[in-house]
T-cell receptor
C-alpha cells in the first residue's frame, strides 16, 4: 500500500499476556517511529529506528516494552506481561529521513482487560 | 516545562474567517516543525512542514516560523466546517518528534 500500515487495528488482551503490534512503513522510508497516544493528548514518543538500528528507545516505559526492525522495513512493538495501564492507542510513523516529514499509520487500539 | 506548548482551546471561528493556531517550543536547536490535523478517532494527518524562518503557504494554510522567538503558527484562511479538528504542533529534535497537546478548532457554519 501507499501509506503506513499497522496491524491489528484493535487488540483486546488479558492482563499478563504478551502482545505484538506490527508496523509496515512506507516503502523507502528509513526512519520509523513508535508513539503512544492517550485520549486528548498528543502522541508520546516510544522509540526510533534508522533502518534496522534502534537508535533511541528512551521513551519505552519499562523493560516489558521492546521493539525491533530486523530488516529495516517492518517493525514490531512487543509488550510482555501486559497491564491495564498499557491500554492506549499505539501509533507508528515513518519518514524518508530523520527529521523529515513523518506519516502516521491508522494505529492499534490496545485494550488490556 | 513541556517541550512544545499549545493552547488547548477550544477555538471557535465562523465559516470563512481566519483561524490562527499558535505553538511555542523550548529547544532552540530544533530544526524541523510540523502541523498535523487530527479528526476525532483518526490518526494525525500531516498538513504543513516548515524548516526555515518566515512564512510558507500551501493553499488555504500558512505556516509561520520564528526561531528567535521559538514560535510556530498556523493560519487557516477561509475556514470551512471540514477544518473542525484538533491541530497538533510537532517539533523534531534529536531523534524524535515532540508534540503539543493539540488545539481543538471548531468552524461554525
Amino acid at each position: 500500500g501507499a501509506g503506513v500500515s499497522q496491524s491489528p487495528r484493535y487488540k483486546v488482551t488479558k492482563r499478563g499476556q504478551d502482545v505484538a503490534l506490527r508496523c509496515d512503513p512506507i516503502s523507502g522510508h528509513v526512519s520509523l517511529y513508535w508513539y503512544r497516544q492517550a485520549l486528548g493528548q498528543g502522541p508520546e514518543f516510544l522509540t526510533y529506528f534508522n533502518y534496522e538500528a534502534q537508535q533511541d528507545k528512551s521513551g519505552l516505559p519499562n523493560d516489558r516494552f521492546s521493539a525491533e526492525r530486523p530488516e529495516g522495513s517492518i517493525s514490531t512493538l512487543t509488550i510482555q506481561r501486559t497491564e491495564q495501564r498499557d491500554s492506549a492507542m499505539y501509533r507508528c510513523a515513518s519518514s524518508l529521513a530523520r527529521g523529515s516529514e513523518a506519516f502516521f499509520g491508522q494505529g492499534t487500539r490496545l485494550t488490556v482487560v | 516545562q513541556k517541550e512544545v506548548e499549545q493552547n488547548s482551546g477550544p477555538l471557535s471561528v465562523p465559516e470563512g474567517a481566519i483561524a490562527s493556531l499558535n505553538c511555542t517550543y523550548s529547544d532552540r536547536g530544533s530544526q524541523s516543525f510540523f502541523w498535523y490535523r487530527q479528526y476525532s478517532g483518526k490518526s494525525p494527518e500531516l498538513i504543513m512542514s516548515i524548516y526555515s524562518n518566515g512564512d510558507k503557504e500551501d493553499g488555504r494554510f500558512t505556516a509561520q516560523l520564528n526561531k528567535a522567538s521559538q514560535y510556530v503558527s498556523l493560519l487557516i484562511r477561509d475556514s470551512q466546517p471540514s477544518d473542525s479538528a484538533t491541530y497538533l504542533c510537532a517539533v523534531h529534535t534529536g531523534n524524535q518528534f515532540y508534540f503539543g497537546t493539540g488545539t481543538s478548532l471548531t468552524v461554525i457554519p
